[in-house]
């Protein structure tokens, strides 16, 4: 009852004229980036994250609640419309999206789409009411050696599995540790790789990294090469913008599998939703061949609808990972969490009784984020579309210069556009090379609690590093790290093998020809 209390005292918060309006702005300027071709959801997080810290602590979650889901349902609209993904999340729904697109059901595949996510992210959103108090109960317990191992295990799990080479994950995990340590030692009060700089005393803000990693650095990709063809135009949306009962029936069963699927990847930090995301869609892709005939490639509902909810299914369950233990699963929930600390709130154990009020009406803003998600996006997806008739050397010129006003009205300082800018190029050119930039945000945001949690646990036991290890939890999480890491490797000898054996075959084909 405790936590149906407090539930409905964050209702009465989120609910209010004032923070309904931030709601409302956040879902529309969080879709209306997230549609834009080639940005996509953190991409919008990271750029309006500097225009919530004009607001109070409360308003500013709410209506970054609504960016944050709201980009989510650009990205598939991009997939859909244009076969272009605004993330990676999103690259399954377009298989079988675009092909109800192209074949003239583009309303139906943005309903599918839109009532997928709701599904999803409501069931998410349930449950996380329930658990996130258990969570932060359970963490309690947590103990210096057990967030260091937590810590590492994000690490090892995030860099290998974002990547298609293990080693890019951690070349990319290790540049963002390398920019968490920059600046004064909390601890032993010695400069830290900052080159003799007084610039770099205080480190480098994750606001500025991951702007520029994040969008700056990927308007510059973008803009660099010849993505788009300028003879390419949108596809338009007519007709009804909803689902006959048929419809539903078929994509039904694929809202409920899809959920299940995304639910327990918001508490492992496998790098968000992208794995999900594909294990639904291939899911659905095996129980079609047992159709017929097989509809998967002709635009199947259920291809579409099963990834949807797992994508935000698993969205909505990293909130609670992040609420309750501090940890972010995903880039997106990485630049939360530079939030938070932006406002001085650590989520974690404590924060439900240090920020109550703060965390209940956050997670109340969800439900309604949802639901105005809802009834946006079903009848405005055509004017969605219209965005994309703006002049690309406008759009992203005009996102640059939003970048750099964020990142100087945060800070006031000359040297955060500089660093802004040269981070970006970095950025530029680990995009170029196909390097992954969830590990380094990761890296960045873990980094100091790794290094804290790390010196603390040597320092309580004299120094003795089985301390590390001691422990039922520590054990538990080494024990899951390694199961990822196995599995992994599994999935990586196993696509090797099959395009061998492709390879082999074509190789044979051509020989018999």
Request: one cysteine or more; charged letters at 10%; glycine letters at 10%.
């Amino acid at each position: 009852m405790d936590v149906l209390s407090s539930l409905i005292g964050g209702f009465g918060d989120v609910l209010h004229p004032i923070n309904l309006l931030w709601v409302l702005i956040g879902c529309l300027l969080g879709t209306a980036v997230g549609v834009m071709p080639g940005l996509g959801s953190s991409m919008a997080v990271a750029l309006l994250l500097p225009v919530t810290f004009a607001l109070e602590p409360t308003a500013a979650f709410i209506m970054f609640a609504g960016i944050y889901f709201g980009g989510l349902f650009g990205d598939s609209t991009m997939a859909i419309l244009m076969n272009t993904p605004g993330q990676a999340s999103a690259i399954a729904s377009t298989f079988e999206g675009h092909a109800m697109a192209r074949a003239g059901r583009a309303p139906q595949a943005l309903a599918t789409a839109a009532i997928g996510a709701f599904v999803g992210g409501f069931v998410a959103s349930i449950i996380m009411v329930f658990l996130t108090p258990w969570l932060a109960a359970f963490s309690s317990s947590f103990g210096p050696a057990e967030y260091f191992a937590l810590a590492l295990f994000a690490f090892i799990s995030t860099s290998s599995m974002l990547a298609d080479s293990a080693i890019k994950g951690l070349l990319s995990l290790s540049l963002g540790l390398g920019i968490s340590v920059i600046g004064i030692d909390g601890v032993s009060g010695a400069p830290r790789f900052t080159m003799g700089s007084a610039l770099l005393f205080d480190g480098i803000s994750l606001v500025v990294v991951t702007v520029a990693m994040l969008a700056l650095a990927e308007v510059i990709y973008v803009a660099c090469r010849e993505r788009f063809d300028p003879t390419v135009r949108p596809i338009r949306p007519s007709g009804r913008p909803w689902l006959s009962r048929q419809e539903v029936k078929e994509a039904a069963p694929a809202w409920a599998r899809g959920t299940a699927i995304g639910l327990p990847f918001g508490v492992i930090p496998a790098g968000g939703s992208e794995l999900p995301t594909f294990l639904a869609f291939g899911l659905e892709k095996r129980l079609d061949g047992k159709r017929r005939p097989p509809r998967f490639g002709t635009g199947a509902i259920r291809g579409l609808a099963a990834p949807e909810a797992a994508g935000n299914a698993t969205t909505g369950m990293s909130m609670g990972a992040l609420l309750a233990l501090g940890l972010p699963v995903s880039a997106t929930a990485a630049i939360m969490l530079a939030a938070f600390r932006q406002y001085g709130i650590q989520p974690g154990p404590l924060m439900f009784e240090r920020s109550g009020d703060l965390a209940w009406t956050l997670i109340a803003s969800f439900f309604v984020a949802m639901i105005v998600l809802l009834v946006i996006n079903m009848p405005f997806a055509a004017l969605w579309a219209k965005l994309l008739l703006i002049p690309k050397p406008y759009l992203y010129a005009g996102i640059s210069v939003f970048c750099g006003l964020g990142i100087y009205a945060t800070s006031s300082s000359v040297a955060d556009l500089l660093i802004l800018l040269g981070i970006a190029l970095v950025g530029f050119v680990m995009r170029v090379a196909d390097y992954p930039l969830a590990p380094l945000i990761i890296g960045m945001v873990l980094g100091p609690l790794a290094e804290t949690s790390l010196r603390d646990a040597l320092m309580s036991a004299a120094g003795n590093p089985l301390t590390l290890v001691d422990g039922p939890i520590v054990t538990l999480i080494y024990l899951l790290m390694v199961a990822a890491i196995a599995f992994t490797i599994i999935t990586r000898v196993r696509d090797h093998r099959a395009a061998r054996h492709d390879a082999n075959r074509a190789a044979s084909d051509q020989i018999i020809l």
